[in-house]
């Protein structure tokens, strides 16, 4: 049987990141997120903070409405990893598809590095379960489309540098030119990552990105992001209903109650060294504190409902 085991063979390139930031639009050139941040940058506190956030949709009858997120408050500090765990339906893709500007705010606010989020915009990255790649083109010619809009004033060869920086950094150094169509869900799931990263954004935000993948490959894609995430710190939020997962890749574990009205119930610090292993987290004595303290919070949530 083939269980999906990928080739974690890491290619050793010499490509080193070129030192150009992104330039979009207003302030954002000036933005350090694009490299690791400078020391004194990191942690800045208040960096995103979401204020009494809700949520109201149409109920399926389409004749009222419920809010199924209600009040979610949260501040995040610059640089930091945030888990957001919670049972299905709770509104966990509805507080990230917000932050992304891709679902409108019904009430309060977001504010990302003291700009109101209204909209989308390609300093927030975004990676889902399934990447939406071009299956006609290349690994490196669809990170290369991002980088082409993001980069317009670096050279050719300094935007060949990075895409070829972060697909290398993804173990995808040999098959830069692999048709999307031709991967598998595992790799093109690294093309969705490397992309996010190549893109330089002040945000990162993934629902759920390793859903869609058998364990192994799973296991070895939370790997990847942990060592790609460790060269430039970038403040990320996940979504995930794996808790092994959100322990193993957050500073903080922000846990949801079930909807509506779903809120933030219990926040959980993960205060485990880092860079991080599943293999070393599995050792760490702290681990099943953590664990336990999420499970029981899960458990608790299914009472109450
Ligand atoms: N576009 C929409 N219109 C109406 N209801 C929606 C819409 N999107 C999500 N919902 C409802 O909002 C709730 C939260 O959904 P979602 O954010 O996808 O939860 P989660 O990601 O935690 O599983 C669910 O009850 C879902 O049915
Ligand atoms: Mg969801």
Same mark, same amino acid.
């Given at each position: 049987m083939n269980i999906g085991i990928e080739s974690t063979k890491q290619v050793t390139s010499t490509v080193t990141l070129p030192a150009v930031r992104p330039n979009t639009s207003n302030d954002w050139k000036l933005d350090s997120s694009a490299l690791k941040p400078a020391q004194n940058d990191l942690g800045r506190p208040r960096y995103l903070e979401f204020s009494q956030v809700s949520k109201i949709y149409p109920t399926p009858d389409g004749n009222s409405t419920v809010k199924?997120?209600?009040?979610?408050d949260l501040k995040i500090k610059k640089g930091e990893f945030i888990s957001i765990i919670g049972?299905?339906?709770?509104?966990k893709s509805t507080v990230l598809s917000m932050t992304a500007g891709l679902n409108s705010i019904s009430e309060g606010g977001i504010i990302l590095d003291n700009r109101e989020i209204n909209g989308a915009g390609p300093d927030r990255g975004v990676v889902f379960q399934a990447p939406s790649l071009f *299956?006609?083109?290349t690994a490196f010619e669809n990170v290369m489309l991002g980088v082409d809009k993001v980069y317009p004033h670096a050279s050719r060869s300094e935007r060949e540098d990075i895409v070829e920086y972060y697909l290398t950094r993804v173990g995808l150094g040999d098959s830069l030119r692999k048709k999307a169509g031709d991967m598998s869900n595992g790799m093109r799931q690294r093309v969705g990552i490397a992309r996010a990263f190549a893109l330089s954004p002040k945000l990162l935000l993934l629902d759920?990105?390793?859903?869609?993948?058998?364990s192994l490959t799973r296991w070895e894609l939370q790997e990847v992001l942990m060592e790609v995430w460790e060269r430039t710190h970038v403040t990320a939020i996940v979504v995930t209903h794996d808790v092994d997962e959100a322990i193993l890749l957050a500073d903080r574990v922000v846990m949801m109650t079930n909807? *509506?009205?779903?809120?933030?119930?219990k926040i959980e610090t993960i205060d485990l060294p880092r860079p991080r292993s599943r293999k070393a987290l599995l050792a760490h004595p702290d681990y099943y504190k953590y664990r336990e303290s999420l499970l029981t919070f899960l458990a608790e949530c299914d009472h109450t409902h």
């Open positions: 199924v997120v209600d009040g979610f049972h299905s339906g709770c509104g *299956p006609w083109l759920e990105p390793f859903g869609m993948l058998d909807g *509506p009205h779903a809120k933030i119930g």
